[in-house]
């Protein structure tokens, strides 16, 4: 009987077949890869919106928790930052801190800087509680290495407006209008607030009825584009909205 040939594979056979091979191979690893970009990137947008949830709940949480009495600096914006003295909880006994909001300059961000918040230890006596008060300006202004250990950045803006609710209109705190509306407001109110001292035994100052936050948040951000955020003091009555 002849010999049987075994016919096999010639070296162009195998040389394209490996090359077929390579090119799904990258394929599929371009698949994986942009997959997983996809994924790391829509992570991050997550975590930016989350971020800026979590801020804003402490936004609020700190003017919920305002402290008002007799010569204390509950609140006060200067065009750079709100300072804001707020109970530690709902315990009297923890004592007071001083808290600041602000929006950092930084050049070379395309015109973003970093929003920041800033809050004191627990303090218990007036004068240091006017020590971080003017601490927390000076923060604002030109921070320190030991002030800056006591931020928290939150998220970069391009720019921040706050605005009061006084004298039933919003207008800007540092504006002359806004002045005249705050004194309208304090007057229009002063029949409460001396009816709670009577009450408690103690007086407050007046605040503002409410608050506006307006964020302009970059490009880069997952939310970007203009956000506002109202705050209303828990207190106020009257049916106002």
Request: hydrophobic share 45%; aromatic share 6%; net charge positive.
């Amino acid at each position: 009987m002849p010999p049987r040939k075994h016919h096999g594979f010639t070296l162009v056979e195998l040389l394209i077949a490996l090359s077929v091979m390579a090119l799904m191979a990258v394929l599929s690893w371009r698949g994986l890869d942009g997959m997983a970009r996809a994924q790391i990137q829509t992570q991050q947008r997550a975590d930016e919106v989350l971020s800026l949830q979590t801020a804003l709940a402490q936004w609020g949480a700190d003017l919920d928790a305002m402290a008002q009495g007799p010569g204390l600096n509950a609140i006060d914006w200067d065009g750079r930052a709100l300072r804001i003295t707020r109970q530690v909880s709902a315990a009297q006994a923890d004592g007071l801190v001083v808290v600041a909001w602000t929006r950092r300059d930084i050049g070379g961000t395309g015109g973003s800087g970093p929003w920041l918040r800033w809050q004191s230890p627990p303090l218990r006596e007036r004068s240091t509680l006017q020590t971080a008060w003017l601490q927390a300006a000076q923060w604002a202004q030109n921070p320190g290495d030991e002030a800056k250990k006591r931020e928290v950045f939150i998220a970069p803006l391009a720019q921040w407006q706050i605005y009061f609710y006084r004298g039933d209109a919003w207008s800007n705190p540092l504006s002359s209008d806004g002045r005249l509306a705050a004194s309208t407001s304090a007057t229009s109110s002063i029949a409460a607030t001396a009816t709670q001292a009577a009450n408690t035994g103690t007086s407050a100052t007046v605040a503002p009825d409410g608050i506006r936050l307006v964020l302009t948040l970059p490009t880069t951000h997952a939310l970007h584009g203009a956000l506002t955020r109202d705050w209303v003091r828990p207190t106020l009555s009257g049916g106002k909205s």
